[in-house]
């Protein structure tokens, strides 16, 4: 390690910091990818595979899909409009073929609690009552913690219950259909990496007196390094000038790979990707100079990512500049790059509010209520322009 950055040490105030404190201690530093990695997913201490609220009012953070069912009702909307011109191209029935029409996959990848899942079901079981006999919603889940909650909700709904399976990234073969990510991106692991006077060093953590320590050192691998240079030519072309000495960022080879295994197992179809984030020459400045990494507790927003590891979420922006280069490099096509309010729009939020207080014939207060949810949804100070959405189609 070449250097430290001057960063307070943190207690090892759980039982997962002391743990990794003792890998740090046997092995050595690890990148602060790794420690993302331990500190969300290991499988008893992890943050998304503990049993406890992580999600709502009572836990860390909100979604889109916690503001209400108007969210999840208008991505079912989307999903109705692409598949209307090339509906047999995502269900993997032939063009003008007089067989009865086959089924149509949806997969979604993180499904939280459940709660989008359930509202594009509502969506389709009121609204096309045909197309929702014909859906297998398939989630994406890696952790048994959020399968149990979204088993307990659906045990509410039981006429979509039938609709819904699950499974492990691993066990999902090839298909032809239409993907859902919803802030799932963000919640893959990255490394962070800073420019100093002797060039681009990655962010290592390490041990010291007691607590975890920040360390620079060289770049992890080829790979990262590679990824440093395209967003650093973004930047000099959106910003006209060179990157700033102390100027931090995150790479997620993670979401990369990700993109690629989709690209392996999706024969045909759509996909959206819903997540706060924007190109690489937005994302960082020089008013931006440490990055977007940061950590959630109890709704509060930190950069004390050392302190309740594996009881807070740790999060970057969603570099869209680097993720559409892959999808592309993959074989995905007709790529359209949005914010969240106007695919919203664009996509009748105002008809399917209109559309669910007829079907559902709602009270003016719940009408009221569902038109404050647009309001949440779409206005730029709420979610309406921190959050982009890409759609791809293979």
């Known amino acids: 390690m070449t250097s430290d950055l001057p960063l307070p040490q943190k207690s090892l105030n759980t039982p997962l910091a002391r743990l990794i404190a003792e890998q740090i201690q046997e092995a050595g530093p690890i990148t602060f990818r790794d420690f993302v990695e331990l500190a969300l997913y290991h499988p008893e201490l992890g943050y998304y595979n503990r049993s406890h609220t992580r999600l709502g009012k009572s836990g860390d953070f909100y979604t889109s899909s916690h503001v209400g069912p108007i969210f999840g009702w208008t991505i079912g909307r989307a999903i109705e409009k692409l598949l209307a011109a090339g509906e047999d191209s995502a269900s993997g029935g032939q063009r003008g073929s007089k067989r009865p029409r086959q089924s149509v996959l949806i997969v979604e990848f993180g499904a939280g609690e459940g709660f989008l899942a359930k509202d594009v079901l509502e969506y389709f079981r009121h609204l096309n009552p045909s197309f929702f006999e014909r859906i297998q919603y398939v989630i994406v889940e890696q952790s048994p913690a959020l399968?149990?909650?979204?088993?307990?909700?659906?045990?509410?709904?039981?006429?979509l219950q039938k609709r819904v399976r699950w499974c492990n990234v691993d066990d999902l073969e090839p298909f032809s259909g239409v993907v859902l990510a919803n802030e799932f991106v963000d919640a893959l692991p990255f490394h962070r990496v800073a420019l100093t006077d002797d060039g681009y060093e990655e962010i290592f953590v390490d041990m010291s007196e007691g607590g975890f320590v920040e360390k620079l050192g060289m770049i992890s691998s080829p790979r990262v390094d590679a990824l440093i240079h395209e967003v650093e030519v973004e930047f000099d072309e959106s910003w006209d000038g060179p990157w700033p000495v102390g100027q931090q960022m995150e790479i997620s080879i993670d979401a990369l790979d990700w993109i690629g295994s989709l690209a392996e197992r999706m024969e045909r179809g759509r996909v959206?990707?819903?997540d706060y984030g924007d190109t690489a020459g937005k994302l960082y400045g020089r008013d931006l100079t440490e990055g977007t990494v940061r950590a959630f507790f109890q709704h509060q927003i930190s950069d004390r990512y050392y302190e309740h590891v594996g009881e807070q979420d740790l999060t970057a922006d969603v570099n869209f500049s680097l993720l559409l280069k892959a999808a592309i490099e993959y074989g995905f096509e007709d790529p359209e790059f949005t914010t969240q309010a106007d695919f919203l729009l664009e996509n009748e939020v105002l008809k399917v509010v209109e559309d669910r207080e007829r079907i559902l014939h709602l009270s003016s207060g719940e009408a009221r209520n569902a038109r404050r949810q647009i309001l949440n949804l779409t206005l730029p100070e709420t979610m309406g322009t921190r959050f982009?959405?890409?759609?791809l189609k293979r």
């Open 388 to 391: 982009k959405v890409l759609t």
């Open 147 to 159: 399968r149990r909650a979204q088993a307990r909700l659906f045990d509410q709904h039981p006429d």
């Open 272 to 274: 959206i990707i819903i």
